[in-house]
């Protein structure tokens, strides 16, 4: 049985990922920081997966919650980012931040794990 973090993971792509992932026999840890933006109010997995998933409440900037997450595990999905297109454009050095900043931190703490379990990274970008 695989380990698979998702980040990103209480988003759209990533709560259906995560369903698959279940599905198909995997342990699976999120990674999410419930921005109100995507997220409304809400700072909670999908009913259907709640009980089913290790959550870790943490910016994918985080340093800490990061290395948290990446404890113990073999895969990587890696879909934490900011989203909006149009916002993009005038909120940029945000954007810059958490989608390439964010991006480094994970890559770093990768780097720092020495020995590691983790054998395959999915990057997801558009």
Do not use: K, W
Not at 22 to 49: K, M, W
Not at 60 to 73: F, K, N, T, Y
Request: include cysteine; charge should be neutral; hydrophobic fraction near 45%.
């Amino acid at each position: 049985m695989l380990n698979i973090l998702v980040t990103g993971g209480a988003g759209f792509i990533g709560t259906n990922l995560v369903r698959r992932l279940l599905a198909e026999g995997a342990r699976v840890t999120v990674l999410d920081n419930f921005l109100p933006q995507v997220h409304g109010g809400s700072r909670t997995l999908a009913p259907d997966i709640a009980d089913h998933v290790r959550l870790v409440v943490g910016d994918i900037c985080d340093r800490g919650a990061v290395s948290d997450a990446l404890a113990g595990q073999d895969v990587l999905v890696h879909l934490a980012a900011e989203t909006g297109t149009g916002q993009s454009m005038y909120c940029v050095r945000r954007y810059e931040q958490v989608n390439v900043g964010g991006t480094a931190t994970l890559i770093e703490c990768l780097a720092e794990m020495r020995p590691s379990r983790l054998f395959r990274v999915v990057v997801a970008s558009s």
